[in-house]
Each structure stands twice: as structure tokens, then as C-alpha cells.
T-cell receptor
Framework: GAVVSQHPSRVICKSGTSVKIECRSL??????MFWYRQFPKQSLMLMAT?????????EQGVEKDKFLINHASLTLSTLTVTSAHPEDSSFYIC??????????????FGPGTRLTVL | QQQVKQSPQSLIVQKGGISIINCAYE??????FPWYQQFPGKGPALLIA?????SEKKEGRFTISFNKSAKQFSLHIMDSQPGDSATYFC?????????????FGSGTQLTVLP
């Protein structure tokens, strides 16, 4: 159990376009979802935390108007990279946690989305 | 204070050997310490985790040792196998507002030679 999926797994887009990445919890209701960014051979950096039905909380230095996060339901969160530029190219990973996982503080990670902006 | 320092950056071990990865933290508010394993092009997967009220936790070939006074914790992989070759991240968790958040170490790339 506790499977998180992401779609798409890879996306290549032109500079200036917007890209939407979906994160779904497949077998549990995700009360909290997290979005991370990972550059090659580097660690995961938390971008934002979102609770279902409320606005996302962004980490310092993350532009909320550029990285739009919507946690519309207990099984779906989306990250939209608006007006993408080459420097936005990265590996974006979501994670999710449900009420059943709160006692163990466990986050379950999706497989990631590789974004390449030309 | 939010940083988690991880070492070594890379590690090469012979098959059957012991792999040891170390992490240190500053913020005493951290109260949950998981380790994640990540294969190339994949998201991290939880390997094992510990809370600061215990000094050691073992699951199969994986053991976490925790030293609360030194604010250090380590992952030991016994009888390392080529299939263990991956990047390992330590992490520390604390409550921020209404949500728990993870702070990751910089990662260790483990290579187990056959």
C-alpha cells in the first residue's frame, strides 16, 4: 500500500510554456502533499507543502507565482511551472502522507518527473 | 539550524562488506530520523527510520545507530550487495506549523562491487 504516482514521468518543453505535473495517491487519502526539486547528484529541496483544500505553504526563495500548486482533492495535487525557462529544468518529486501515516511521520514519494526546458 | 550534514559523499564497498553512512544535525527539535534509498531516475523510498528515544534500530541488513547527545546518527548496511548500489539520503523531521517536514542530507552514492 501507500503508492504515489506522478504524471508525466518526463516532459520536454520550449522556453516560455507552462507545464503541469500531477501527483496522485493511489491507495490512500493524502491529507498533506509535498513538492520537492532535485538537481543532478544533489539532495531534495522542499519547495512547498500543501494540505487538501487550503493554499500551499512555500519555502523561502520559491516563487509562488511561478510554481503554482493545487491540492484540489485528497488524492491529487498538481504543480504547474509557469513560463518555464531552462533554469527550471530539474527532477520534480512529490510525496504524500495520509492520516494513517501521521503517527509514523512517513512520507511516500512519487517516482519523480524529469522536466527539460529547451 | 535546519541543516543535516551527511558523509561521505560517495562510498565504494566490496560485496559482503559493511557500508556506513553518517549524518549530523544541529536542531534539537528534530524528532524523527528516516533514511531513504534512491535509484537513478526514481523517487526516494523509505528504508528505515528511528526516533531519538532509542539508540539503535535494526531491520534485516539495515541498522540505524542514534547518538542523541552527539546529535549524530548513522546507517549501517551489513553484507552489502551490488543491488544496494544507490544514493542514500538521511533526513530529519520536525513539526512546522500544522505539518511535519523533512530536511534531507546531501546524499551518499553507494557502489557495491561484485
Amino acid at each position: 500500500g501507500a503508492v504515489v504516482s506522478q504524471h508525466p514521468s518526463r516532459v520536454i518543453c520550449k522556453s516560455g510554456t507552462s507545464v503541469k505535473i500531477e501527483c496522485r495517491s493511489l491507495d490512500f487519502q493524502a491529507t498533506t502533499m509535498f513538492w520537492y526539486r532535485q538537481f543532478p547528484k544533489q539532495s531534495l529541496m522542499l519547495m512547498a507543502t500543501s494540505n487538501e483544500g487550503s493554499k500551499a505553504t512555500y519555502e523561502q526563495g520559491v516563487e509562488k507565482d511561478k510554481f503554482l500548486i493545487n491540492h484540489a482533492s485528497l488524492t491529487l495535487s498538481t504543480l504547474t511551472v509557469t513560463s518555464a525557462h531552462p533554469e527550471d529544468s530539474s527532477f520534480y518529486i512529490c510525496s504524500a502522507r495520509g492520516r494513517a501515516h501521521e503517527s509514523t511521520d512517513t512520507q511516500y514519494f512519487g517516482p519523480g518527473t524529469r522536466l527539460t526546458v529547451l | 539550524q535546519q541543516q543535516v550534514k551527511q558523509s561521505p559523499q560517495s562510498l565504494i564497498v566490496q560485496k559482503g562488506g559493511i557500508s556506513i553512512i553518517n549524518c549530523a544535525y544541529e536542531n534539537t527539535a528534530f524528532d524523527y530520523f528516516p533514511w531513504y534509498q534512491q535509484f537513478p531516475g526514481k523517487g526516494p523510498a523509505l528504508l528505515i527510520a528511528i526516533r531519538p528515544d532509542v539508540s539503535e534500530k535494526k531491520e534485516g541488513r539495515f541498522t540505524i545507530s542514534f547518538n542523541k547527545s552527539a546529535k549524530q546518527f548513522s546507517l549501517h548496511i551489513m553484507d552489502s550487495q551490488p543491488g544496494d548500489s544507490a544514493t542514500y539520503f538521511c533526513a530529519a523531521s520536525l513539526m512546522r506549523g500544522s505539518a511535519r517536514q523533512l530536511t534531507f542530507g546531501s546524499g551518499t552514492q553507494l557502489t557495491v562491487l561484485p
